[in-house]
């Protein structure tokens, strides 16, 4: 593995045997892996597991539920490679159907053993995300990701139709995680799951949620003026994740890249103005500046680590966001009252 600063790590592999390149990031996770693996928004990434032990319970099946498949926040592997520190090859789950290492065969997706990723996450921590590859055999060129609209390779292409509720949600898929869905339905709701471009005025709906995604926001211009017709047509709408970038742009805030970003199951925020703390899990690489924002807009969430802002909520009580997940998972449920509480705002009459 060679880091775009000319740092090298050595390792054995047990994934598809070819070379690629992409943006290396880590997460803190210590279990969830089939998750993360298939979520949308670590598209284009080489992803590092801190915690060592990675494969040990094997990859679940692919059972569906509403079409989706259940274990997995996507229906495809989503990053471009893989780094743990030491790969059980031998899996015990009840519900293991295989290993990693088959899994990551089929998809094509390469992996390496034996780094020392402690050395591995300390140096990006310090020095930052960047452009990184694998090499197995023949040299490949770096790549950053973030320069291409990655949103547009992840969302769907045509429109989903899930559930019978008697309230229609639309879910504009910048790179949706299955579990966002999941967590819908559970909430009696029919749910029209559309591209990353798709135009708001073509259906009729009760609220819309604008979902997570990977990259840059700033690269999803349609999706920002899709946000923007939404603001003016006062229709009720949650941005979660990419979703919450998208909407602050919309509403004149801006954003930014961070350091070596938030990919955790543990990050606490804190409702603004010194209220109620939550334990969230998250997956982004950029955050929202909200100096900019007009008067009618305000933060919501702050993070407790860094102080960035995680969530924004308009004085109407009709448009929120957070940058965190709250279908989180894998990770706490501390926060899927969240949905609850958007459902209720799509019930309510308009003013």
Request: glycine letters at 10%.
């Amino acid at each position: 593995m060679v880091l775009a600063d000319g740092q090298c790590f050595d390792g054995y592999s047990f994934g598809y045997p070819q070379s690629i390149a992409g943006e290396i990031v880590f997460t803190t996770g210590m279990t969830g892996y089939p998750e993360a693996l298939s979520d949308p928004s670590y598209f284009g990434q080489i992803l590092v597991f801190t915690f060592p032990l990675i494969g040990n319970y094997g990859m679940p099946e692919e059972a569906l539920l509403e079409g989706l498949k259940r274990y997995y926040e996507s229906d495809q592997g989503q990053i471009r490679g893989l780094v743990v520190a030491d790969y059980s090859a031998n899996y015990a789950h009840w519900n293991a159907r295989n290993s990693l290492t088959q899994w990551l065969y089929d998809l094509r997706i390469p992996a390496v053993t034996g780094v020392d990723t402690r050395a591995l996450t300390r140096h990006i921590r310090t020095q930052g995300v960047m452009p990184a590859k694998l090499i197995i055999g023949q040299d490949v060129d770096f790549a950053d990701p973030n320069e291409n609209n990655l949103v547009k390779e992840v969302s769907i292409k045509e429109p989903r139709l899930y559930g019978s509720g008697r309230k229609r949600i639309l879910l504009i898929d910048c790179g949706c995680k299955h579990s966002i869905i999941q967590n819908l339905l559970q909430r009696d709701v029919q749910i029209l799951r559309v591209p990353w471009d798709f135009d708001v005025d073509s259906e009729t709906y009760d609220g819309v949620i604008i979902s997570s995604g990977p990259g840059d926001p700033k690269q999803v211009g349609e999706t920002v003026q899709l946000a923007k017709r939404l603001i003016e047509k006062q229709k009720p709408t949650f941005g979660i994740c990419l979703g919450h970038q998208v909407m602050a742009l919309a509403a004149g805030a801006d954003s930014y890249k961070l350091k070596f970003g938030h990919r955790s199951q543990n990050q606490p925020v804190q409702v603004a103005g010194g209220g109620k703390a939550y334990v969230t899990s998250q997956n982004h690489g950029y955050a929202v500046d909200p100096a900019k924002l007009p008067p009618d807009w305000k933060p919501w969430f702050i993070n407790l680590n860094d102080g960035t802002n995680e969530g924004l909520m308009h004085e109407s009580g009709r448009f929120f966001t957070t940058q965190f997940h709250p279908e989180a998972s894998p990770g706490p449920v501390d926060t899927t009252f969240l949905f609850d509480q958007f459902v209720q705002v799509i019930h309510e009459p308009s003013s």
